[in-house]
């Protein structure tokens, strides 16, 4: 699929990795429509982009907002021909916390509210939006964001599993509907030096990660876009996870 023209529709297109796509997808002549949480952030959008990229207000794990958003996207004519699930948050916590007096178990209230973030969005958005794309007749590609913290991490339950989950989704709709002509890509990044990185680990942990990266550096936002890119238009990649993390899992 060619980028240029295509209408792709990206969740948590407000800042981060998602802001990132989402001005250099319209740069590149696409249609964008963005499902993000802030309010204000919507509007800089809507009023910053001369009409190329429209913003909609919404809490991705909340199914009937997720519904009620499509619905107002759709009727003003936005028909997505990719989704990129990218809205999400990064959580560390250990399962047991040996060190704390108080409560030592990881809380059940972060389990849920990432599992919700970072898989049920996915979940919610993607039916809808396939749903419409097989209405429509479209050949679309859905893109999701994931980790190479799927493969595993320490300190990272909740962010591991809905990440894996992430990915099982990739493969099994993949396999699902490639018959349809739709196809299914996962992005996984290492660190990428975006703001909430830099938010989660301090300046020594950043240090001393870079030496367990063959690549010794983060990676920057247009190693994610060129991934996206790839899945976007080369029309024989579909149930794969496109790792892009300088070497680490490696
Ligand atoms: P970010 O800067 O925090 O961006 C996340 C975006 O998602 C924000 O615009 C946020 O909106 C939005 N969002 C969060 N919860 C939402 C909800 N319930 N409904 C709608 N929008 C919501 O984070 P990022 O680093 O760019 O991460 C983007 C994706 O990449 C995530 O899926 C993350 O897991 C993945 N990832 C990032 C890295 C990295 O190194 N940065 C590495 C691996 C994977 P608000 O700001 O309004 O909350």
New binding site residues.
């Given amino acids: 699929m060619k980028i240029a023209g295509a209408r792709v529709l990206v969740?948590?297109?407000?800042?981060?990795?998602?802001?990132?796509l989402v001005e250099r997808l319209a740069a590149e002549s696409a249609e964008v429509g963005v499902?993000?949480?802030?309010e204000e952030?919507c509007a800089e959008l809507n009023e910053a982009s001369g009409g190329r990229i429209r913003a909609w207000?919404?809490?991705?794990?909340?199914a009937a907002a997720v519904d009620a958003a499509l619905e107002s996207l759709f009727a003003t004519g936005f028909e997505p021909d990719v989704l990129i699930?990218?809205?999400?948050?990064?959580h560390s916590e250990p399962l047991v916390n040996m060190l704390s007096r108080g409560e030592r178990v990881h809380s059940r209230e972060s389990w849920r509210r990432v599992i919700?973030?970072?898989l049920d969005?996915v979940f919610f958005v993607t039916s809808r939006v396939v749903d419409r794309m097989l209405a429509k007749r479209k050949k679309g590609v859905v893109i999701?964001?994931?980790?190479?913290?799927a493969n595993g991490n320490p300190g990272q339950s909740a962010?591991a599993a809905?990440?894996a989950g992430?990915n099982a989704l990739t493969c099994t709709w993949a396999k699902e509907l490639g018959g349809m002509g739709l196809r299914f890509v996962a992005?996984?990044?290492?660190?990428?030096?975006?703001?909430?990185?830099r938010e989660?680990l301090s300046e020594a942990a950043l240090a001393r990660l870079q030496q367990h990266i063959p690549l010794r550096r983060?990676?920057d936002l247009e190693s994610?876009y060129l991934a996206a890119r790839h899945a976007i238009e080369n029309d024989y990649l579909t149930g794969t996870v496109l790792e892009v993390d300088g070497g680490l899992v490696i």
């Fill in positions: 969740t948590g297109g407000g800042s981060g990795i998602g802001r990132f499902l993000e949480l802030n952030r207000s919404c809490d991705v794990t909340d699930n990218n809205a999400g948050i990064i919700s973030t970072d969005s999701s964001i994931s980790s190479i913290s962010y809905a990440k992430v992005i996984a990044p290492g660190f990428i030096d975006t703001p909430s990185t989660a983060l990676g994610i």
